[in-house]
Structures are given as C-alpha cells and as structure tokens.
Nanobody, 124 residues
Framework: QVQLDESGGGLVQAGGSLRLSCAASGHTFSADTMAWFRQPPGKERELVAAITSWSVGSTSYADSVKGRFTISRDNAKNTVYLQMNRLKPEDTAVYYC????????????????WGQGTQVTVSS
C-alpha cells in the first residue's frame, strides 16, 4: 500500500513563496518518478514538475513554472518538496503529489498513486 500526504498549502500574496511537502509511505521510493500536479478551478489537472529516482534525480517542469518552482526529494525522509517562488494568481489551484513506476509523463492516468491534495491560493 502506498500513501502520499501533502502539506504546506495556504493563502499567499502575489510575489510570495510557499513550500509544499509530500510525505510518502509504503513502497514509494522504489518508484521511478514522483511528481506534482495542480488543478485550477474549473480546469483539468496538469503536470507542474517531476523528479526521477535515478542517480542524478533529473527534473522537469511545466513552461509556466520554469525558473520559479523547484522540485526536490529527500530519500532519507521519504519526502518530495515543491518550492514555489514569485507566485502568481494563476498559480491558484489544488496541488497533488503523485508517483509512478516509469519515466515522467504529463498524463494523469499514467500515475499509480495520488495524495489528497493541498490548496494553494495566490491573491493579487
């Protein structure tokens, strides 16, 4: 069984920062990819960032967050982080952590397990 618990969401003004955490339990850190998705109100869920478990821990980002967000993982703590800087109102969404046994993809259906989500609201 795999469990993912997100935390760190909240309300922040535009230009501010938040750090999301995803604590994983179960057989997750043999997973190839851990990722953050987000779902804005009334829109589809989209990939924000992903990180692989391969030795160099390669990362990938959506164009809309490149240069502002950073994904990282701490294998000793079984935790993945999303550092979000220079937040914009359009970053407002529910943010989800997800894992899959395979390389990163943007397809929601490719991911095997999901967290419950954490709300991020950015005010203008």
């Amino acid at each position: 069984q795999v469990q993912l618990d997100e935390s760190g969401g909240g309300l922040v003004q535009a230009g501010g920062s938040l750090r999301l955490s995803c604590a994983a339990s179960g057989h997750t850190f043999s997973a190839d990819t851990m990722a953050w998705f987000r779902q804005p109100p009334g829109k589809e869920r989209e990939l924000v960032a992903a990180i692989t478990s391969w030795s160099v821990g390669s990362t990938s980002y959506a164009d809309s967050v490149k240069g502002r967000f950073t994904i990282s993982r701490d294998n000793a703590k079984n935790t993945v982080y999303l550092q979000m800087n220079r937040l914009k109102p359009e970053d407002t969404a529910v943010y989800y952590c997800a894992v899959r046994w395979g390389p990163p993809t943007p397809r929601v259906l490719d991911y095997n397990y999901w967290g419950q989500g954490t709300q991020v609201t950015v005010s203008s």
